[in-house]
């Protein structure tokens, strides 16, 4: 059944929006009458500029509010995520007590020349985050956090060394895409040396959700608002079903 | 000023513990030297450029030194000796080096360099638009400014597109621009060469970029009638390097501290103390101001829990400053506005960690840091978070004022970003104009008993790192519960006890200048 919506100001349907925006032209009627052309282009109606302001000679900011004119239907909307039943902490160490033979190896680090550790600490260290334990802590659970600024072959060179079963990545610096690069250069240097299917390979970070992780050949991308059971939980179960099937 | 009722017996002692703290690091400083004080010095005579790998000639000489000579003796026997048998200029000595026309490992055996003297005249030049950039500024600064000073930031990879949106910014009022480098560029054991265009979270530090944002800042400064100041990073393996760049091209104020470096970037320590070093006698012989990065520890650290923490660093950072003839009026200490907004009363805790930190340090021009861990997607919100930092930096006369972006969760801040918290820090700064004339403490209240303790848990554990010694210190992790181990992090390869023989004329001229300046 068709579900149709717009944004709601006040009113159910009403399609009230907000935006603001620079334009890289002068403060002036033409500015305005550019500013609000451009929102009329994105289907908007009833475009007001409530406010404008020179930013320098040639630079003009502008809020706008606006209807939008066409609904979209919530019926054909999907999210990818990650479909995965989250354990709790003594959960997960039950369930690799009994499906696993050996501690399992988590290895992680911030790469590139990224040098934010926040994220990967408040997976893996022993004290985590919110008050959520860190992977460290786990038992059954080995966790090596290699820091800041590890280059992929020094990671992948590292997660060969350990004998690693999960590989842990996290990018927080996202300007120009930089993540985008530095996480396809691993998963091609994975699979030139034919170890893809070696490591359940996980990513995250602010900007890091579960469909661009796939879209990147990984197995798994968790944002904000995720903990080490979050990421334990996939991960146990991803290995458990990877060592029944291809082994 | 006293608001506080903060001990000056108690800040005394911490100042004196701190002292022991630094001295016995200088002792070790003293005797070392690095490929980057050696290729700052290098700079100083007048090397510059790069060869047709791209390679800069300071790098050429320093690592022809490293591979096929000592480097412990120092760059200046070397040259010195080549000056005295090929009557050439440095740079000229440089290029023959890259042509394998000259191998100076011939001057290894000899004795200590009779012909020192001989680099005077390469010197001079240099030590003369130091001098020359430095009247400049005290001229520039002059003009009427007010502080708080606002500080906003740029950062989009690409200097000419840097170079647009700063002059915006200081159109718009702000008073201090800084250049933010990429990412990767402080673990780079050289300097790139020229204008850039391609950056990563900021734009590439060289000496043609500072020239470039120098030259578009007079400008503005000029049409405004108040100082534009100009903020680089000189933090990192190339610290005394990029301070020589910065004093040569006249920047008011560079990042400059060694802790930061080892912390957040996993320099090893003993490489970066002895760069900090050299760094920061340029710096205050060109009367550049110094920023220190203490802020930075509470996004690692909670920012009430740990705040000691900054204070005992502040000290800290303030006696090796000294060491290196700094006066205190260019001490840029840092401190920040990071308790978790959650915790009730968050605001007058912060009012009194601000207002101790600038009675500790009345001459120092505070840096002090807008909230950044707890700034999230929710914009409106951080609007807020950055008014209530507004008053606080206003309250209790921060001078360089970092300002808070809005969308400080999301990116490195847009052209409109910035014009909307120049607006919010002028509005504050004039509602709030003598307010802190107005304001006194209760003697007896939370806020004064917060810098009091404050103030007493950091005085123990300066006496805690005094114990210990300052390297066993950042083992074990003191600042921002960061761990980094002395012969480990980046850089330790370009570290080398100074033999009998070495000589340093830069360091000792510029010294000799500073003690006929007191
Ligand atoms: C703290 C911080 C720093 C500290 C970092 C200290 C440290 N040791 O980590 C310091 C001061 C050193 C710093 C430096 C820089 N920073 Co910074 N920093 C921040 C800040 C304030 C908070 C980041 C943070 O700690 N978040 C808290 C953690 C817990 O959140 P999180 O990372 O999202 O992690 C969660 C999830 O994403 C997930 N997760 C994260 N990683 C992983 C990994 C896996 C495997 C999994 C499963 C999950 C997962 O789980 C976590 C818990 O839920 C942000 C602004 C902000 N408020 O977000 C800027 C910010 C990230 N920094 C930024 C920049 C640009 C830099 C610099 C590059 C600036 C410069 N040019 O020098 C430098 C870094 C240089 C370098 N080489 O990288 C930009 C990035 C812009 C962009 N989009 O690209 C931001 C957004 C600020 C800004 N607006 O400019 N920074």
Do not use: W
Request: hydrophobic share 40%; proline share 3%; charged share 20%.
């Amino acid at each position: 059944m068709k579900q149709l919506i717009r944004p709601y100001g006040d009113t159910l349907n009403d399609g009230k929006i907000q935006l603001s925006f620079t334009l890289p032209i002068a403060c002036n009627k033409k500015g305005e009458a550019s500013a609000k052309a451009l929102v009329e282009s994105l289907g908007i109606r009833d475009v007001s500029v409530v406010h404008s302001e020179a930013l320098d000679d040639a630079f003009s900011y502008y809020i706008i509010y606006g209807t939008v004119a066409n609904p979209i239907d919530i019926e054909n909307i999907t999210v990818e995520t990650v479909d995965q039943a989250v354990m709790s902490k003594d959960a997960i160490e039950a369930y690799i007590k009994e499906k696993f033979d050996k501690e399992l190896v988590f290895i992680g680090a911030s790469t590139g020349t990224d040098a934010h550790t926040v994220g990967i600490d408040a997976i893996m260290n022993m004290k985590g985050f919110n008050g959520h334990y860190g992977l460290e802590r786990y038992q059954g659970i080995k966790a090596i956090n290699l820091g800041s600024q590890v280059d992929n072959e020094t990671l992948l060179k590292q997660a060969l060394h350990h004998h690693a079963d999960v590989i842990l990545i996290s990018q927080t610096v996202t300007q120009k895409n930089i993540h985008i690069k530095n996480l396809t250069e691993f998963i091609e240097l994975l699979e030139a040396e034919n170890l893809r299917e070696r490591f359940i390979v996980i990513i995250g970070g602010p900007r890091i959700d579960h469909s661009l992780a796939k879209e990147l050949g990984f197995d798994a991308g968790f944002g904000p608002k995720n903990y080490a059971y979050d990421v334990a939980s996939f991960a146990v179960e991803a290995l458990y079903f990877k060592q029944k099937y291809d082994v | 000023m006293n608001k506080l009722y903060l001990n000056q017996q108690t800040i005394n002692a911490a100042r004196l513990t701190a002292k022991k703290i630094a001295d016995s690091v200088q002792t070790f400083i003293d005797q070392h030297t690095t490929i980057s004080v050696e290729r700052a010095l290098c700079r100083m005579l007048g090397i510059d450029g790069v060869n047709a790998l791209d390679i800069p000639y300071p790098n050429i000489i320093v690592d022809h030194i490293k591979d096929n000579a000592d480097l412990s003796k120092g760059v200046a026997h070397y040259l010195s000796y080549a000056l005295a048998e090929h009557k050439h200029a440095p740079q000229k000595i440089a290029e023959m080096i890259d042509q394998n026309c000259l191998d100076l490992s011939q001057y290894d055996k000899l004795e200590q360099s009779p012909h020192i003297a001989l680099l005077t005249q390469y010197l001079t030049p240099q030590l003369n638009r130091i001098k020359r950039q430095k009247a400049t500024r005290e001229t520039m600064q002059l003009k009427p400014s007010k502080t708080p000073l606002k500080y906003v930031i740029v950062a989009t990879g690409n200097i000419y597109e840097d170079v647009k949106q700063a002059v915006a910014a200081a159109k718009q009022g702000a008073d201090i621009i800084a250049v933010i480098r990429t990412t990767g560029q402080s673990l780079l054991d050289y300097v790139p060469y020229g204008n850039t265009v391609e950056g990563f979270g900021g734009t590439y530090a060289t000496q043609a970029n500072f020239a470039t944002m120098r030259v578009a800042l007079d400008q503005v400064s000029d049409d405004q009638n108040r100082p534009i100041y100009l903020v680089n990073y000189a933090s990192g393996l190339c610290m005394s390097e990029i301070a020589v760049m910065g004093a040569l091209e006249r920047l008011d104020m560079m990042l400059n501290d060694a802790l930061y470096g080892i912390i957040f970037r996993d320099i090893n320590m003993q490489r970066t103390f002895i760069d900090q070093y050299f760094s920061r006698v340029i710096s205050a012989y060109s009367g550049i101001t110094i920023n220190t990065g203490e802020d930075n520890y509470l996004t690692t650290s909670d920012a009430f829990l740990e705040a000691h923490t900054v204070l005992a660093s502040q000290f800290i950072n303030e006696q090796f400053a000294l060491n290196a003839h700094m006066k205190k009026s260019l001490m840029g200490l840092g401190h920040a506005y990071e308790i978790d907004p959650a915790m009730p009363n968050s605001f007058l805790y912060e009012i009194a960690q601000a207002q101790m930190a600038r009675e500790i340090f009345p001459e120092a021009p505070l840096k002090y840091m807008p909230p950044t861990k707890h700034m999230t997607g929710d914009i409106f919100q951080g609007v807020i978070q950055n008014a209530l930092f507004n008053i606080t930096a206003v309250s209790t006369d921060q001078t360089i004022h970092l300002l808070g972006m809005l969308t400080e969760a999301i990116h490195t801040p847009f052209m409109s970003d910035r014009a909307q918290a120049l607006k919010n820090a002028q509005y504050i700064a004039s509602a709030f104009q003598d307010f802190s004339k107005e304001i006194k403490f209760d003697e007896n209240g939370m806020i004064v008993a917060r810098a009091q303790s404050v103030l007493s848990e950091a005085n123990q554990l300066l006496s805690s790192i005094k114990n210990m010694g300052l390297f066993t210190a950042l083992e074990n992790g003191v600042f921002a519960s960061t761990k980094r181990q002395m012969t480990s992090g980046k850089g330790l390869e370009g570290v080398f006890k100074k033999h009998a023989v070495y000589r340093n004329p830069v360091l000792e001229l510029m010294k000799k200048a500073m003690a006929g300046d007191v």
